[in-house]
């Protein structure tokens, strides 16, 4: 497999992180996650983070662990199905620019723009022409996006083969995460080196000093999930908010009401 120099950078952990630990740290920059939202809403700031990496690398394991405690009238996920007809007829970018931030929005992409130099590529869906067309194209949509005051982070997720293994056989056996395991999924595990070279010259053509890629190694879950937030973090000069302290009012009186004597449906309490 060929690794970039940010994976060979960061070794393995020896002590996993244990699922209390996590939880601390995952509890303290869901806070400052809190504090970005009000940032962003009222600054009007704009932010688009794009994930991509392997079939079982944690993107959405990281997106969900990113948004659990926010709004999502704010943070707002984006995951596009396979283009339509009249979509595969567009100029390529198209269907991704609705979807990036107006003022006040942090849109996150679970998969982007990128399928081209990945997934389309590998599974023949589109011509090599197709393939270079992207590249010299999307350093100059993305210095546009910049340009319009997007914040734009680039993250890719780097699983070794044997970690990807291991998720993607558990998905099989797993019920909750059946849904997650695809053809698409089973046809890409096989052309692993395919993959590889895709991603090599995918970051090559695309790391650029104002849309730059960002490579975490996301063989631990946990790790990868609290590293990857702190790191955004990081990189977003938001201040916390100036908030008015805020107490419950009194509740009103009864004055008379009383509960209907109704035959309610009620759910059974069978926990």
Known sequence: MARTKSENAQPEQDKSLSYKEYRKAL??????LVKLQEWVVQTGSKICIVFEGRDGAGK?????????????RVFRVVALPAPSEREKSQMYMQRYVPHLPAAGEIVIFDRSWYNRAGVERVMGFCSEQDVQTFFRAVPLVERAIVESGVILLKYWLEVSPEEQTRRLESRIHDGRKLWKLTDMDLKSYSRWYDYSRARDEMLAASDTDYASWYIA?????????L???SDMLQRIPYKQPARKKVSLPKRQKADGYKE???PFKYVAERY
């Open 227 to 229: 590293n990857i937030i």
């Open 60 to 72: 959405g394991g990281t997106i969900k662990a990113m948004t659990e405690r926010v709004s999502p």
């Open 27 to 32: 509890f303290d920059l869901h806070v400052e």
């Open 217 to 225: 190694n996301s063989n631990d879950k946990r790790r990868a999930r």
């Open 260 to 262: 209907p004597d109704y």
